[in-house]
């Protein structure tokens, strides 16, 4: 039974790249969360997604990023003309409910290290 | 505007005694307080909760405790093991926003031998 999958690990880009970082949920999950954590800081949501749908993106930058969940495949977060500030550890979580006190129902993947030289 | 907050980054333990983390959170909409542990290269695992109409719950070693009137939360785990070694974060929701979870920042715990 796997569980959340990120990839990759580890992405180098330069300033002005784009970055593509891909969450595959544990299986039977439905709901996918982004949150990302800067260094020495603790985590902060970006975005929760259901399967084709965008429930609140109330976290995430207006410009420049933006998240998908689709039909068949992984749900990717996509930052677009990246800038050294972006450098940071992106977390994926997948949750088989709506929040609530499911909330620890929350399984987070190991995360993909962005580094923006 | 930090809404959840570990004043501590760090905490060293003996093995064997207990160890106590802290955290303050500001906004009284919370309603339902979680503690997480991570440990380097991997995501938050979750280890206990404790909901707003409760002012303690425990699990094996460990213990949340909520005051509510102070906007304070803590976890005790006891006695303490050298597994235990992990950064631990003190997360916070409300019913009207629960699919986000308001982190704090993190205390590192070292449990010496």
């Known amino acids: 039974n796997a569980g959340v999958m990120q990839n990759p690990r580890h992405l180098v880009r330069r300033r002005g790249q784009e970055a593509r970082l891909r969450c595959s949920p544990m299986?039977?999950?439905?709901?996918v969360y982004w949150y990302r954590q800067l260094p020495e800081e603790g985590l902060k949501f970006m975005v929760y997604?259901?399967?084709?749908?965008?429930?609140?993106e109330s976290g995430m930058p207006k410009e420049r990023f933006s998240a998908e969940f689709p039909k068949e495949g992984p749900s990717i977060l996509r930052i677009q003309q990246v800038v050294r500030g972006d450098s940071a550890a992106y977390f994926c979580a997948s949750s088989p409910f709506q929040g609530g006190l499911s909330n620890e129902k929350l399984f987070f993947g190991s995360g993909t290290q962005l580094s923006v030289l | 505007d930090q809404q959840v907050k570990q004043n501590s980054p760090s905490l060293s333990v003996q093995e064997g005694r207990i160890s106590i983390l802290n955290c303050d959170y500001t906004n009284s909409m919370f309603d339902y307080f979680l503690w997480y542990k991570k440990y380097p290269a991997e995501g938050p695992t979750f280890l206990i909760s404790i909901s707003s109409i409760k002012d303690k719950n425990e699990d094996g070693r460990f213990t949340v405790f909520l005051n509510k009137s102070a906007k304070h939360l803590s976890l005790h785990i006891v006695p303490s093991q050298p597994g235990d070694s992990a950064v631990y974060f003190c997360a916070a929701s409300s019913t009207q926003g629960a699919q986000k979870l308001v982190f704090g920042q993190g205390t590192r715990l070292t449990i010496n031998p």
């Open positions: 997604l259901q399967k084709e749908n965008i429930i609140d």
């Open positions: 299986k039977g999950h439905s709901h």
